[in-house]
């Protein structure tokens, strides 16, 4: 079955900053894999996806995550965060049988002025 | 354009009462998946159905707890004899076929219960 941990369930760092959220993932067959992004008392909503081919995909916002298949991971990163960015993160994978998402816990990403 | 669309957004119950939340999925997808976020916590999958069929609902509570998603009209998550641990935000999202082929899940705004 697969699974998803993100590392971390809240990160803060101060405007202009670098925001790295941590996805690690276990998978039985090629994942695809996925960030969504939830602001308050709202849905969740696309960030970006990873499914084949290049390794480094770019998201809406400025966000970017990189697949590392020999780490498992998935992490999200932003050159410099912005108040706008404060919300919860939610990293995911597909099943296998390609009909659901099984998300991670969820990362709180607090931006400080 | 309408999105997922899911009501009521906020939904209050006393212990015992039956919640009934709706989700109507965008336009153009027959794949419907809810999806429980409690206090603090990640969202769990609890069922996935498509028009008159139940998928997979390996996710659902085995009492009280049923879904449906009928020819015509919304998707419908039933809880009977609420209990306080239902109180959660209740997310429905859809799917393409097509979109079936990458996992893309198009979320709703989620159905807030709160058992008093």
């Known amino acids: 079955a697969q699974s998803v941990t993100q590392l971390g369930s809240h990160v803060s760092v101060s405007e202009g900053a670098l925001v790295l959220l941590r996805c690690n993932y276990s998978s039985s067959v090629p994942p695809y894999l996925f960030w969504y992004v939830q602001y308050p008392n709202q849905g969740l909503q696309l960030l970006l996806k990873y499914t084949t081919g290049a390794t480094l995909v770019k998201g809406i916002n400025g966000f970017e995550a990189e697949f590392k298949k020999s780490e498992t991971s998935f992490h999200l990163t932003k050159p410099s965060a912005h108040m706008s960015d404060a919300a919860e993160y939610f990293c995911?994978?597909?099943?296998?049988?390609?009909?659901?998402?099984?998300f991670g816990g969820g990362t709180r990403l607090m931006v400080k002025p | 354009n309408a999105g997922v669309m899911q009501n009521p957004r906020h939904l209050v119950r006393r212990r015992g009462q039956e919640a009934r939340l709706r989700c109507s999925p965008m336009?153009?997808?027959?794949?419907v998946y809810w999806y429980r976020q409690l206090p603090e916590e990640g969202l769990k999958f609890m069922v996935y159905l498509q028009k008159e069929n139940i998928i997979d609902e390996s996710g659902m509570p085995k009492e009280r707890f049923s879904a449906e998603f009928p020819k015509e009209g919304p998707s419908i998550l039933r809880i009977q004899q609420v209990v306080r641990g239902d109180s959660a935000a209740y997310f429905c999202a859809s799917s393409s076929a097509t979109g079936l082929n990458t996992g893309e899940l198009f979320f709703g705004e989620g159905s807030r219960l709160t058992v008093l």
């Open positions: 336009k153009g997808h027959s794949h």
């Open positions: 995911a994978v597909r099943n296998n049988a390609g009909n659901m998402l099984t």
